[in-house]
């Protein structure tokens, strides 16, 4: 699939000016480096100018790589995600102190277990890693690429947010909640390396069956 972008620049070199504005498109693909297209009456006028001594050719030059070039001197998603970089650097500082500070709140007395996707692990269990969310959104590349993915930075941030909590730790409560509404008949929820007592009724089970 071929991208393309196009824009209107003006054409003026010191004291001279085309009289109108020109086009200047972009064509990328995925395999394909960018191939910019110009106008060529304007082109035609540059040449013009140069021939007849009224610029020199340095400035025609300067001229076209100041607008067949990408202002993040980058990519066309650089360009679009950059004035919304520093923001998207700070909010995502912001929810990774967040995440943080929730984690400050939980002991192995509070949240005994570590639930990674819908398994149960106790919370020291030595084969889940657990998350150290980084803000990765520094590099504006890597932020724009993620931007045109999702659409905007709530989006974003709230795709991370569900990433870092599909491994999280848990109350005794909120296990023995879930458990309730679980399907008795599915397999042992538990990690069978850690293999923790799980807790209320259920504490002296050995096996996922429920009886009373
Ligand atoms: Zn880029
Ligand atoms: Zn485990």
């Not at 991208?3 to 504005?21: A, C, D, K, Y």
């Not at 480096?33 to 006028?45: F, H, K, N, S, Y």
């Not at 360009?79 to 002991?107: F, G, K, Y």
Request: glycine share 4%; hydrophobic share 35%.
């Amino acid at each position: 699939m071929t991208n393309g972008m196009s824009r209107r620049v003006e054409l003026q070199i010191g004291t001279h000016q085309f009289p109108r504005m020109v086009e200047v498109q972009a064509q990328w693909s995925r395999t394909d480096d960018v191939r910019w297209l110009i106008d060529t009456e304007a082109m035609q006028w540059l040449f013009d100018r140069v021939a007849a001594g009224e610029i020199d050719s340095a400035q025609a030059q300067e001229w076209m790589r100041s607008v067949t070039g990408w202002e993040s001197g980058c990519c066309t998603y650089c360009d679009s995600a950059a004035p919304s970089h520093a923001e998207a650097v700070r909010r995502m500082d912001e929810l990774i102190a967040r995440w943080n500070r929730e984690q400050e709140t939980v002991t192995p007395e509070s949240h005994p277990y570590l639930l990674n996707k819908s398994r149960i692990h106790a919370w020291n269990c030595s084969i889940v890693n657990p998350i150290k969310p980084d803000n990765r959104l520094t590099t504006l590349h890597e932020y724009a690429i993620e931007l045109d993915d999702w659409g905007s930075i709530d989006a974003m941030l709230k795709r991370y947010w569900e990433n870092w909590m599909t491994t999280r730790r848990i109350t005794a409560a909120n296990l023995a909640a879930r458990l309730e509404r679980r399907n008795p008949n599915a397999r042992d929820p538990r990690c069978k390396r850690c293999s923790p007592p799980l807790p209320g009724a259920y504490l002296s089970e050995a096996s996922d069956v429920q009886s009373r």
